[in-house]
């Protein structure tokens, strides 16, 4: 796996985790690999994981059973979704808007471009 150095590996992989339920390759209640596992897989620290996996304990994409390991949360999909679309509403939308702004591009080009894509 190659990263980013501008952004935190943990936050990175937790990405690439989320992406991959979003797909369907993980589904709810799939177990993923140990935080040592995991990070000999990737090539990082194992910390590095845990601080993942909590991360993402946190944003309800994953639980821990305790002495079995961590899985995919039921709901960790639609989780994933609402806090993605919150933060493009609220983050990158607007930036985009300003930047068509700038630009002079009407509702009916990004319409037209969406639409098509």
Not at 28 to 57: C, F, K, M, W
Not at 63 to 71: A, D, E, L, M, S
Not at 86 to 109: G, T
């Amino acid at each position: 796996m190659e990263f980013d150095a501008n952004r935190p590996i943990y936050l990175q992989i937790a990405d690439v985790i989320c992406d991959r339920v979003l797909r369907g390759e993980l589904k709810a209640e799939d177990r993923i690999p140990s935080v040592r596992e995991y990070g000999a897989e990737i090539g990082v620290n194992p910390n590095t994981v845990a601080r993942t996996y909590d991360i993402l304990t946190d944003r309800g994409v994953l639980y821990n059973k305790r002495g079995i390991g961590y899985f995919v949360c039921e709901d960790a999909a639609e989780n994933i979704v609402k806090e993605e679309r919150e933060k493009f509403l609220n983050e990158e939308l607007p930036n985009f808007i300003k930047k068509a702004r700038l630009l002079d591009i009407s509702l009916d080009e990004i319409n037209k471009v969406y639409k098509n894509s």
